[in-house]
Structures are given as structure tokens and as C-alpha cells.
């Protein structure tokens, strides 16, 4: 198109390969040619500094790139995080022990530790009341049942009903 055949803002839209909305926007700014010469659109759109608006130099195989560009590395940023969610899972299940283990484990020191608890109203009995060690022996036995033992059963309650929950 020659500048005599540029008749319309539209045609020098298309001229300018721009769409009509920019060229609007181009022509509020004070600086912008009031003609519709193609040649003088061409300068002052390349003498633009490159903060006013948006630049629009980019042709449609260009910013096709851009997008292609751009979701690949999209692609790769989603790539990056499920790493790392990967990464930490990893860590923290290396952290964690087999309920079975945890359980083997606990059974083990809770054992021998019910024994001695079985037995300790006997054996300090007699230091405690050596005139009478049988209600020395049962007020040590009822003490463990009341407190130790009852304590244990109440946290396992609670524990079975936040498992449940």
C-alpha cells in the first residue's frame, strides 16, 4: 500500500501490521503523527522509547515463540516443584519407622516394665509396713491400678478414639 491508497485509519492499522485498538491507543499519545502516512506511523513507531506501551514489534511468528517459549519453561517450572514435592516425601518417609517396627519396639520395653510394676508391691512391701506387709502390698498394688495403670488405660482410650477419628 502506498501512502495515497492509506485512506483509513483501519487500512493503516493494516499497514502497520497492528491491530486497530493499538493503533487508537497510538494515536491519544501527544507524540503520535496526526497523518495517515504510513512512513511517518513507521518512524515515529520506531523512535518510540521502549517504555511507552506496549511493544508491539513483535511480528505474529515471533510472539508465537514467545508463547512457545514461555510454556515450555511453564512445563519445566512444574516439572521443578513436583521434584522437590518428591524430594521432600522421600525425606520425610525415610524419617518415618514401620508401624510394625514402632510397634515390635514399644512391646519389647513395655514388657519388662509391666513385670517389675507386677512386682514392686511385693517386694517393697515389707519395707514399707514390716508389721504387716500383705495391706502394705495391697495399698501398693491398689495405688498402681488407680494411678499408673489407669492413667496408661486413659491415654490408650483417647489414643484408639483419635485414630478412629
Do not use: C, Y
Amino acid at each position: 500500500m502506498t501512502t495515497s491508497t492509506i485512506t483509513s485509519w483501519k487500512a493503516l492499522a493494516e499497514a502497520l501490521g497492528i491491530a486497530q485498538n493499538t493503533l487508537r491507543s497510538w494515536r491519544a499519545d501527544p507524540t503520535s503523527p496526526s497523518s495517515k502516512d504510513i512512513a511517518e506511523w513507521r518512524l515515529w513507531r520506531d523512535n518510540r522509547l521502549p517504555t511507552q506501551g506496549r511493544d508491539t514489534k513483535f511480528e505474529a511468528a515471533s510472539i508465537a515463540d514467545l508463547k512457545k517459549a514461555l510454556l515450555l519453561e511453564q512445563g519445566r517450572k512444574e516439572r521443578a516443584i513436583a521434584s522437590l514435592r518428591e524430594l521432600e516425601l522421600m525425606r520425610e518417609s525415610e524419617s518415618l519407622v514401620p508401624q510394625s517396627e514402632a510397634s515390635e519396639t514399644i512391646i519389647k520395653t513395655l514388657t519388662p516394665l509391666r513385670r517389675l510394676l507386677d512386682a514392686l508391691p511385693r517386694l517393697v512391701a515389707a519395707s514399707a509396713n514390716p508389721q504387716n506387709p500383705m495391706v502394705a502390698e495391697l495399698a501398693i498394688r491398689n495405688g498402681l491400678d488407680e494411678r499408673v495403670f489407669a492413667e496408661m488405660q486413659k491415654i490408650l482410650l483417647e489414643h484408639e478414639q483419635d485414630t478412629k477419628d
